[in-house]
T-cell receptor
Framework: TQLLEQSPQFLSIQEGENLTVYCNSS?????LQWYRQEPGEGPVLLVT?????EVKKLKRLTFQFGDARKDSSLHITAAQPGDTGLYLC????????????FGSGTRLLVRP | KAGVTQTPRYLIKTRGQQVTLSCSPI?????VSWYQQTPGQGLQFLFE???????NKGNFPGRFSGRQFSNSRSEMNVSTLELGDSALYLC????????????FGQGTRLTVV
């Protein structure tokens, strides 16, 4: 069974602080995606990483795919209240491009 | 470009009833995936369709079924509803497959009483 472990589960920080969210697995994924979900809404795609070691930046967000394509991290610099939400990682298994395995999510609260 | 549309947004059903949820993908997208989201289990994959064919299915009982029409619109059906089926049901639209990118609808919130 392919699992994606996300940590931490909850994070409450002050505006301006930095944070990192981790997504780990013992399985290899062909790609990994990060989403943000707000209450009552569907997840919104932030980024897709495909190559081992790949780093992508989206304004204050930095995403990294592990060299072995088993793990990923999301780093937010100078967090803002607008970053509050549920962050989800999702991996596409090597044996199937037709589904995504989701992590359990990290609930982030950025206090003003 | 219109996003993914799911209808209805909210639904309340009684145990034992059946329900049909609808998803209209982004124009031009041919892959539609369905997920169940609950507080305890998170997002779990139900099934994926491409050009009216189911290409993958998750570990859900046979009460959960789906289909896709020639215009790529998709429906999922849950029969003999149980209390544990209460969840947010999400549909995701992809051009060819979800492994590169998937765009989600707002979901249908199903409550079984």
């Amino acid at each position: 069974t392919q699992l994606l472990e996300q940590s931490p589960q909850f994070l409450s920080i002050q505006e301006g602080e930095n944070l990192t969210v981790y997504c780990n697995s013992s399985s290899v994924f062909s790609s990994l995606q990060w989403y943000r979900q707000e209450p009552g809404e569907g997840p919104v795609l932030l980024v897709t990483v495909v190559t081992g070691g790949e780093v992508k930046k989206l304004k204050r967000l930095t995403f990294q795919f592990g060299d072995a394509r088993k793990d990923s991290s999301l780093h937010i610099t100078a967090a803002q209240p607008g970053d509050t939400g549920l962050y989800l990682c999702a991996g596409a298994p090597m044996d199937s491009s037709y589904k995504l395995i989701f992590g359990s999510g990290t609930r982030l609260l950025v206090r003003p | 470009k219109a996003g993914v549309t799911q209808t209805p947004r909210y639904l309340i059903k009684t145990r034992g009833q059946q329900v049909t949820l609808s998803c209209s993908p982004i124009s031009g997208h041919r892959s539609v995936s369905w997920y169940q989201q609950t507080p305890g289990q998170g997002l779990q994959f139900l099934f994926e369709y491409f050009s009216e064919t189911q290409r993958n299915k998750g570990n859900f009982p046979g009460r959960f079924s789906g289909r896709q029409f020639s215009n790529s619109r998709s429906e999922m059906n849950v029969s003999t509803l149980e209390l544990g089926d209460s969840a947010l049901y999400l549909c995701a639209s992809s051009l060819r497959a979800p492994n590169t990118e998937a765009f989600f609808g707002q979901g249908t919130r199903l409550t079984v009483v």
